[in-house]
Each structure stands twice: as structure tokens, then as C-alpha cells.
């Protein structure tokens, strides 16, 4: 995948307390209350790192969250497990991610989730993970990370993976 460029006049910038964060709606409540109430203490607290697009106004038009995380050897498909040690294991989670009422179907979510993905790729170089997990809020969100190679983990039809592999194939490869 090559370098996700910015539209221009945006910006993306770390969670900091003087972005307007409870101004922002993305139309999803739960979200809406992740940002405005939680995203912040939590990166306070290095629980997880969240970084804001802001448009021309400084207005946030989208933002998105990671944290670290294990998963149990058993809760993988079987074809990632099968050479895995039978334990927990570090996956990246990709924990929010939101675009503004005001600002959707510009192509910010697909932007925001490349970004997503490649701070976890590079991360990635450094902590290793062997998957990206996400949990989905509602139908809605799983079809749209659903049009990325992101899969179901078994069992649980909300909890979505990719594996390290897949991750590496997409950010090395130059189509996307
Ligand atoms: C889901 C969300 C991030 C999409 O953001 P967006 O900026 O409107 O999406 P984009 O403009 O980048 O859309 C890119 C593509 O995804 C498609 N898409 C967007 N939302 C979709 C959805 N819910 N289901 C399926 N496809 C979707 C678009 O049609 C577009 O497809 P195309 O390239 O074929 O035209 C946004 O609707 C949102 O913030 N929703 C509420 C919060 C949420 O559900 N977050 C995810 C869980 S934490």
C-alpha cells in the first residue's frame, strides 16, 4: 500500500486536551462517548493511543484508537494458530475509529483505516503482534472493515482479525 496522503488543509495529530473533542459526532453513540469522555484519560494513562484528523477549521473530521492486547491461543482460526505456541498471544487492537456526520463518504474512514493499519504495521517492526483485532459496534461497521481483508474470529462474529501476514502483504504491496 503506499503513503496515505492527507486531503489537503488536513492534519493528523495525537489526542490532545484542547482538540474540540466532544463536539465531534459520527452519528454512533458509543463512539461519540469514547471520544468525548474516555479517549483522553486512557492515553493519560497509556492504556492506548488515539490521533485525530482535523479539517481546515481544526474541527475533528475523524479519529481513531489502538491499544495492545492478548488473545488466547484457542480463540484463533485454526490455519493462524496452527504454528503458534498454545498461550496467549500479543495482537494490536484497533480499539475506535470514527468519521463526523459532517464529513462521511469523502473517503475519510477508508483513509483513517489505512493510517490505522500502517501505525500498526510499523509498530509492528519494533512490538511484534501476530493480528489485528477490532470488535465492531454494529452491522454497519463490520461491513465496512468487512471491504478491507479484516475476517471473523470463530465463535465470536463481532471480533474481526487480520492476521500479521495479511498486514504485512497489504502494506508492502503496492496496489490499494
Ligand atoms: C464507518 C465509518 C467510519 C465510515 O466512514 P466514511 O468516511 O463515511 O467512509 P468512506 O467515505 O471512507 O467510505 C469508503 C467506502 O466504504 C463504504 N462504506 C462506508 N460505510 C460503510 C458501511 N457502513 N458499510 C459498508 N460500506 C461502507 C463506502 O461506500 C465507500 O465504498 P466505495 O469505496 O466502494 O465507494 C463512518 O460511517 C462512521 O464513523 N460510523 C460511525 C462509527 C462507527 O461505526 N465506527 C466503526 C466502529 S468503531
Known amino acids: 500500500m503506499s ?3 492527507l486531503p489537503q488543509g488536513f492534519s493528523l495529530e495525537p489526542l490532545h486536551r484542547n482538540h474540540q473533542r466532544r463536539l465531534f459526532d459520527c452519528g454512533q453513540r458509543e463512539v461519540n462517548d ?3 469522555t474516555k479517549a483522553l484519560q486512557h492515553q493519560d494513562k497509556r492504556l492506548s ?3 485525530v484528523l482535523l479539517n481546515r477549521d481544526i474541527a475533528i473530521a475523524g479519529f481513531y484508537t489502538l491499544a495492545t492486547g492478548q488473545v488466547d491461543f484457542g480463540d484463533l482460526p485454526s490455519e493462524l494458530a496452527r504454528k503458534l505456541p498454545r498461550r496467549a498471544l500479543p495482537v494490536a487492537i484497533l480499539a475506535w475509529l470514527g468519521v463526523s456526520v459532517t464529513c ?3 473517503k475519510l474512514g477508508d483513509l483513517l483505516l489505512a493510517k ?3 501505525d500498526c504495521y510499523e509498530a509492528g517492526q519494533t512490538f511484534a503482534f501476530v493480528a489485528v483485532i477490532l470488535d465492531c459496534v454494529d ?3 463490520k461491513a465496512f472493515y468487512r471491504r478491507w481483508d479484516f475476517a471473523e474470529l470463530p465463535g465470536n462474529p463481532y471480533r474481526l482479525f ?3 501476514q495479511t498486514l504485512r502483504a ?3 504491496s503496492p496496489a490499494r
Open 3 to 5: 503513503e496515505v496522503v
Open 34 to 36: 469514547w471520544l468525548h
Open 49 to 51: 493511543a488515539t490521533k
Open 104 to 106: 462521511q463518504g469523502q
Open 116 to 118: 490505522a493499519l500502517r
Open 139 to 141: 452491522d454497519r461497521a
Open 162 to 164: 487480520l492476521s500479521s
Open 170 to 172: 497489504m502494506m508492502t
